[in-house]
């Protein structure tokens, strides 16, 4: 794929909420509703927050699926899982395309609770969020990871740093009811029985890998898994950047489930299997047996790319969740002759070698349609 070109070609044509036949390809963007229902006992217990619960894009949306041409229904599907704090589909429709016509397979593009179109317009709008931005730099002093980018999100993990496990709840229960509507024979592209894999990418690495790990109703017993730019223990993530959240934020968000989360969540609800799976992908010590027994259990159903360069997602992260020899085993270690950052891997403008960054984005995302083929 010319990455760089077809970038810019993809994001002239992408219209959320439209459905596209994409130019010069054969794929079909298709546009399905979805609904979110809360649970009764998360509703119940003290964390629970009226304000987000009344966010009506959260709990109604669209998600794309990016379906091969001329196919009416398929046996298999390609989840595709985004990062931390994004809005927009923007980075994902070459990626997207890329495995959907490398693998023959429909890739959906699935929102993480209060991420892309699950969010309020205001939380992306610039002239919405400038008086909470001179509020925070008056209350944070010199902070240059502060930013319009990131400031919606800094704003609510200060508020409530418990959001950060909540959401993750949402979005596995959500994610659970989208793979047994499709099991089921209830979403109109696939059949029954349709085996459903997974990519993901960043945060959505660390969403992924809770959820296999609960399994809920066993629905993701047979599912691969590949990770990019993600994948390790929440201890050795950084998420202080310009573009996911201020210093101030990642630091109140670090010491609350560092220090803080497993003894407030057991003295105020019960737990759960959830949350055993989210609590042992904290720090490297909590239930450090069990989590590398089910990860080596995955075998050649495992596979990831790590970045040298990636700021945010180390490669130390890796081995502390999986355990040394499944990182060592599973994940390749990759870097490229230009400049890049884990937020944009592939960055597209006149400041790159257009040739180089086509030529980095093929060899990653040739390896992960391999592994899906």
């Not at 949306?61 to 599907?77: E, H």
């Not at 704090?85 to 693998?103: F, G």
């Not at 202080?240 to 803080?260: E, W």
């Not at 891997?345 to 899906?372: H, Q, R």
Request: aromatic share 14%.
């Amino acid at each position: 794929m010319e990455y760089t070109r077809r970038y810019k070609e993809l994001n002239a044509q992408f219209k959320l909420g439209i459905d596209t036949h994409l130019s010069d390809s054969n794929i079909d963007i298709r546009y399905f509703s979805f609904q979110s229902l809360h649970k009764k006992e998360e509703n119940e217990n003290m964390f629970r927050d009226a304000n987000d619960e009344n966010i009506g894009e959260n709990s109604s949306f669209l998600y794309p699926v990016f379906m091969p041409g001329g196919c009416q229904k398929a046996d298999n599907a390609i989840l595709l899982l985004h990062g931390l704090n994004e809005r927009n589909w923007n980075k994902y429709l070459t990626w997207a395309e890329y495995l959907c016509t490398n693998t023959g397979k429909p890739v959906i593009l699935f929102p993480i609770a209060f991420h892309m179109n699950r969010s309020p317009l205001s939380w992306s709008n610039p002239w919405d969020l400038q008086n909470i931005l001179q509020l925070r730099r008056q209350q944070n002093g010199e902070d240059r990871s502060l930013s319009l980018a990131n400031v919606a999100l800094s704003e609510r993990i200060c508020d409530k740093p418990y959001r950060f496990y909540s959401s993750g709840r949402q979005s596995i229960n959500d994610l659970s009811s989208l793979f047994k509507q499709i099991k089921d024979g209830k979403q109109e592209l696939f059949n029954k029985k349709a085996h459903i894999d997974i990519f993901a990418y960043s945060i959505g690495a660390f969403l992924a890998e809770i959820t296999m790990m609960t399994n809920p109703l066993k629905l993701f017993s047979d599912s691969k898994l590949f990770l990019f730019c993600g994948g390790g223990i929440f201890s050795s993530m950084v998420g202080q950047s310009r573009s996911i959240m201020d210093k101030k934020a990642f630091q109140m968000l670090y010491d609350y489930y560092l220090t803080h989360f497993t003894k407030t969540v057991k003295s105020a609800t019960k737990t759960d299997n959830m949350f055993e799976s989210f609590n042992c992908m904290i720090s490297s010590e909590r239930d450090k047996s069990k989590r590398e027994h089910f990860f080596n259990r995955l075998g050649n159903k495992l596979k990831g790319i790590s970045l040298l360069n990636d700021k945010v997602m180390t490669f130390q992260g890796i081995p502390e969740a999986l355990g040394v020899k499944c990182a060592s085993n599973r994940f390749t270690r990759l870097d490229f002759s230009f400049s890049y950052t884990h937020e944009n891997p592939f960055p597209v403008g006149t400041l790159y070698d257009s040739t180089e960054v086509d030529n980095g984005f093929n060899k990653v995302f040739s390896e992960i349609a391999d592994f899906f083929r």
